[in-house]
């Protein structure tokens, strides 16, 4: 049981370039959300998705795109990489049930340089 | 919007004392989570206390909720090395895409 991976761990693109971060869980988890974390704040929500085949907008959703094809994987998409998305992004997942609010379970981080 | 605002933003211990960490929030909530983040590393959730609880305990930790103060304490006792780390409360309500609010957390140093 892996719980949440991310890949790749460290990327550094030059602007103007494009790249996809995976995220995937085998916990069978419902939700999935994707953040970004810039030094000394907190993390803030990209996208979140509730379902296969839905995305939802979160806070700062400007310049990602995202795709919840299969239950297990969540992919935040750059299609023009600037230097203000250099940050850290971590994917998480929860599940849900009638009861309401459950944890949400982290992956590793993805440490992103946009040059 | 749910976001929590923890208290102090650092804190510096021995170890074997205590910790507390504080939490105040703006709206009301359905349940309010502790999250705990070692440095370079993603989030792990430490405890979810709901509304109608006052008190709940895990371990060496104690959580406690006033929602007429809308204001959460995270109490950490006989801290370790290991305990050095980010904390962070995530106040939120049921639905919505179970979505949660980071605040820029309180970064505990525990020193041997």
């Known amino acids: 049981n892996a719980g949440v991976t991310q890949t790749p761990k460290f990327r550094v693109l030059k602007t103007g370039q494009s790249m996809t971060l995976l995220c995937a869980q085998d916990m069978n988890h419902e939700y999935m959300y994707w953040y970004r974390q810039d030094p000394g704040m907190g993390l803030r929500l990209i996208h979140y998705?509730?379902?296969?085949?839905?995305?939802a907008k979160g806070e700062v959703p400007d310049g990602y795109n995202v795709s919840r094809l299969k239950k297990q994987n969540f992919l935040l998409g750059l299609e023009s990489a600037a230097p203000s998305q250099t940050s850290v992004y971590f994917c998480?997942?929860?599940?849900?049930?009638?009861?309401?609010?459950?944890?949400?379970?982290f992956g590793p981080g993805t440490r992103l340089t946009v040059t | 919007s749910q976001q929590g605002e923890e208290d102090p933003q650092a804190l510096s211990i021995q170890e074997g004392e205590n910790a507390t960490m504080n939490c105040s929030y703006k709206?009301?909530?359905?349940?309010l989570q502790w999250y705990r983040q070692n440095s370079g590393r993603g989030l792990v959730h430490l405890i979810l206390?709901?509304?109608?609880?006052r008190e709940k305990h895990s371990g060496r930790l104690r959580v406690t909720l006033d929602t007429s103060k809308k204001s959460s304490s995270l109490l950490i006792t006989a801290s370790r090395a290991a305990d050095t780390a980010s904390y962070f409360c995530?106040?939120?309500?049921?639905?919505?895409?179970?979505?949660?609010?980071f605040g820029t957390g309180t970064q505990l140093k525990v020193e041997l």
């Open positions: 998480a997942s929860s599940r849900v049930t009638g009861q309401g609010v459950y944890e949400q379970y």
């Open positions: 998705s509730v379902g296969e085949g839905t995305t």
């Open positions: 206390i709901r509304s109608n609880e």
């Open positions: 709206t009301s909530i359905n349940n």
């Open positions: 995530a106040p939120s309500i049921t639905g919505g895409g179970n979505k949660l609010t």
